[in-house]
């Protein structure tokens, strides 16, 4: 299958991008992972292809405030950053567990974080029932097959997850999110990037049309560095969306929990970030107790559907499992 | 014989192997089919208005051209205006790009008056029904009385065993290019049985067979989808191309190999096994429920295996069907034997740990050493030497306790399971010739689906006339070739292999006569019996006499010689063919997260003589890997409300990717084959059975939890 005609356009500079991006129906073409499966799917049928791949938005340097990762930097390129490994390997595992190798060759930081869901009624074009790509038509998910559903953030117009697994570290570590428009540029925290459904699924995000992520900043997380990890169980070894992950972080101090992240994959519309086990875990001794509490704090609140019930359980155990490969010796 | 590469490899390799859809044609028109948006209801209208506007547009082909096709099976779909599956074409457009193909496809408005569908098989139980035949065998047997035998045993073991959906997906999707010259059309389609289609063509379009010809020369497998079902798609683009007066491409999207070409069926199986305290089964019932469409019957004989794998007196099977408003099932790879192996190999390991007995030891008490349902000896049985010879490869006297190994965060479990095929051939003919100059070609119009059908057709006849493999080239997948079977069940090489071999030795024969009879030759006078081809030449065995074969040939044979030979399966035989497998796997299970992991397989086939121990362990661990994706991983999802396939792409639809696969030791056991012409039996359906049900008991070694259905996923291990 092809998809449907599209005018092209290379975007000189980031200026020029946000300008062609502002028109009616334009997409920004970065590494063209989601979005030509997405066009060929029909999914997206954007008018303009405003290709930003070759704009100097590609950096990756980590700094004494923190790291910084222009939105065209490659997910490979990342993940093998020396100081990303040795600062953020969160960072890094999470993208060391996305796709492939291939793919991460060619998908690029904003792209990823910008992918569409992975739901089937979503990806399955016209003759499926989904709000988010065609408004109004319903979600044929809610009654139909939503093993891959999220438990948490959902609406009556929709329940798909999230795919990234690079957007749950990012969450988990607090990132902001650079956008570029036409008006300038505005900074604001990741998490806020992201928009439950509501009544409007087909709005993933709060991006107004044109805007553009230039730069994800992520503060100084180097003391983190030593008790992290991505956690992401899956239907098969390897090249395969979560079914559930856990991003886990940690400080300890003289035995007890100074400072916690965690956020899910695979369980939430949004990237889930886990706020009532991380208060379960602040101030209390590193151990089974306080990781048990963590896990069942991060359940609380799960709307299972028909066919996604066992990742309730299989989220508490993912979360108590990635604290006791961070949590180690007091 | 020994372990060549496959003598296409280079070609494929570099890209220079030219497979159907590539073929080249002058004036090409690419066609892309208009698909019902609905599961079940009637066509009234088709208004292609808007599809003539998009630019490139040349045509349309719908029911009103297809009623010119005679009426049959493999019309029915196209000639008639009942939409019984969601997806189902409804007509075929024609343009000058592939683009604007689909985009008028996709412009063409449809007036469809719907009906309520059946969407699952679950919503039509009440109308399951018993059907005459599953596959070629009777659907219903009974031997003895099982349910008595089972109602005195001393253990019963019983458990409804579910198998979900499975597409076959081969790398190379269908594809047709269809060219006609007046009446007479040449398609280079990959199908797995060229002689078939030039047979539908025929039939379909009432031409003579010899004015039809079908190319298939590379084909990026199959599995059993590149057959009937893609007959009807490709007679739309027939019609279109003859109408055009230009040559027509169609080729399927990977989405329309989940609803055009067929699917492994989802089954229920109702198992019951009873045993005597001494370990050995007295009754079997066995009996499936499976799904078939609305349009089509097909049923795999699921049960089957329970009739002849394991010596039992009294013996039930039964096979009902369901219809419903989804795509019509076809035989894939192990066809029914898959299925039927995982309920089967499931409760035997069941029973053992019941019992008390090990896995295999309950399985050697079981041994069938004649076949009971056909009341027939076995042409050869290694099943005990495989039980033997794979148990000491994978170490299983010494494996450790139920539950007590791990690794890290792994639990360990080990399981096994018998795998089988039965053995099938058709006739055949080929046709052997050497030229004046020494090359020699075998023909035989049979096509190769990947598998090495090319190479061990060349290396019998290299080795039979003592040539080098370099000097042999192989022409396959041609009708215009001499005929052979379809590429299904195992058959091609057993059943092509005797002609092949048989022309071959006579092209031999004729070339002893010239040279004892020839006065310059140093052989002149000696018997025939006494002359050996090898290493490019003729030579006495007995004496020092020899000469080239290309001398012998260029003064005796410039033009050369040929020679073309039949081999038909005798109509009744008095022994039965079985290939045996013992397949043993170790895994490890995160039980906290569910997560499973295939760590290690061994497996011993006996499977008569193998005629290239490289091609035959490929196929093989083909197979097993097909088979983890049956267990693990592949299932296709019938969305209930629309009956439309959920997540048809390699994106939902999962496989084993290279992460999955452990290591695979796999053990070729020497069988002489007596009865079976050369002694060779089929193999490319073994690795495909047994696994499923070895790594579902090695699941149970692990975790103490039987998994009755397949995929075993992360749900199932918590």
Known sequence: MSGAAFRYARAADPAAAVTLGAAPGAAFLAGGTDLLQLWKAGVQAPAQVVDISRLPLATVAAEADGLKLGALARLHDVAAHPDVARDYPLVAEAILASASGQVRHMASVGGNLLQRTRC??????????????????????????????????????????????????LVALDAEVEVLSAAGSRRLPL?????QPGEAPERDTTLAPGELIAAVQVADAARFAGRSTYLKVRDRASFEFAVVSVAAALVVAGGRIAEARLAAGGVGTVPWRLDAAEAALVGQPVGPDAFAAAGAAATEGAQPLAHNGFKVELLRRAVVRALETVGGQA | MSADLRIEAALKVAGRAVFPAETPATGLLYAALVEAPVASGELRALDPTAARAVPGFVDIVGHAEAEGLKASSNTALIRERTIHFAGQPLALVVAESPGAAEQAARAVRLEIEARPAVTALDQALDQAYAPKLAGRVPAETRRGDAATAIAGAHLVVRGRYETAVNNHHPMEPHAAVCVWEGERPTVHTNTQAVFGTRAAIAHAFQLPADDIRVV??????????????????????????RRAGRPVRLELSRAQLFTLVGRRQETVQELALGFGADGRLVGIEHDVLAQTSTHGEYVDATAAVSRWLYACPNVSTTHRLVRTNEPQPIPMRAPGVAPGTFALESALDEAAERLGLDPVELRVRNFADRDQQADKPWSSNGLLECYRVGAERFGWAGRPAPGAARDGRWRLGSGMATACYPVHRQPASARVRISGEGALTVQCGTQDMGSGTYTVLGQMAAAQLGVAMADVTVELGDTWLPEGPYSGGSMVTLSILPAAEAAARQVRAQLAELAVTDEASPLAGLPVEDLEFADGLVRSRSGNAAEPLVDLLRRRAPAGLEAEASATPPEASDVSGMGYGAVFVEVGIDPDLGELRVRRVTAAYAAGRILNPLLAKSQHVGGLIGGIGMALHERTVTDRATGRILGDGFADYLIPVHADMPEFDIALVDEHDPHLPGGVKGIGMLGSAGVQAAIANAVHDAIGRRVRHLP???????
């Not at chain 1, 009624?121 to 139909?144: D, H, I, M, V």
């Not at chain 2, 590379?218 to 019609?239: E, Q, S």
């Not at chain 2, 075993?712 to 918590?718: A, G, N, P």
């Open chain 1, 120 to 169: 089937v009624y979503f990806r399955g074009g016209e003759g499926l029932a989904c709000n988010k790509r065609a408004p109004g038509s319903g979600c044929g998910a809610l009654e139909g097959e939503n093993r891959q559903h999220a438990l948490f953030g959902g609406s009556a117009a929709c329940v798909a997850t999230h795919a990234s697994d690079l957007a749950v570290a």
């Open chain 1, 191 to 195: 998490a806020e990037l992201y928009r």
């Open chain 2, 216 to 241: 298939a020369r590379y084909l990026g497998g199959g599995f059993g989808c590149k057959g009937p079902l893609w007959w009807p798609w490709m007679f739309l683009a027939m019609i279109a191309a």
């Open chain 2, 712 to 718: 075993i996923r992360i749900e199932d291990l918590l």
